[in-house]
C-alpha cells in the first residue's frame, strides 16, 4: 500500500515562505496526477496545485505566482514552495496521488500565516 506524508507545516509570518514536502512510500514515477488541497476550519477541501506526471501543472487562482508546486521523482517526494503567504492561506494542507491503489490522501499538515 502506498503512504503519503505530509511535513513542513508551521507557523510563518505573512510575507514569508514556507516550503511543504509529501514523501511517498512507493516510487512516485508511477504515479499520476498528485496535487496539493487545503481545508480551512468550516470550509470545504479545495485544491491548491496540481502537477502531472509529465510535470505540467495548474493552480488555483488564490495561489497563482505564489505557490510553485514540483515533484523530485528519485527522492519520492512532492513540494509545495509557498512565497508570500497570507492570512487566508491559513489551512490543513494534505497532498494527494493517483496510484495504482486509486486515490491516497496524506494525513495533513497544519499551516498558520499570522503576524
Known amino acids: 500500500q502506498i503512504q503519503l506524508v505530509e511535513s513542513g507545516g508551521g507557523s510563518v509570518q505573512p510575507g514569508g515562505s514556507l516550503r511543504l514536502s509529501c514523501a511517498a512510500s512507493g516510487s512516485i514515477a508511477s504515479f499520476g496526477d498528485m496535487g496539493w488541497y487545503r481545508q480551512a476550519p468550516g470550509k470545504q477541501r479545495d485544491l491548491v496545485a496540481l502537477i502531472r506526471n509529465g510535470g505540467s501543472t495548474n493552480y488555483a487562482d488564490s495561489a497563482k505566482g505564489r505557490f510553485t508546486v514540483s515533484r523530485d521523482n528519485a527522492k519520492n517526494t512532492m513540494y509545495l514552495q509557498m512565497n508570500s503567504p497570507k492570512p487566508e492561506d491559513t489551512a490543513v494542507y494534505y497532498c494527494?496521488?493517483?496510484?495504482?491503489?486509486?486515490?491516497?490522501w496524506g494525513q495533513g499538515t497544519q499551516v498558520t500565516v499570522s503576524s
Open positions: 494527494n496521488a493517483l496510484t495504482r491503489y486509486g486515490s491516497r
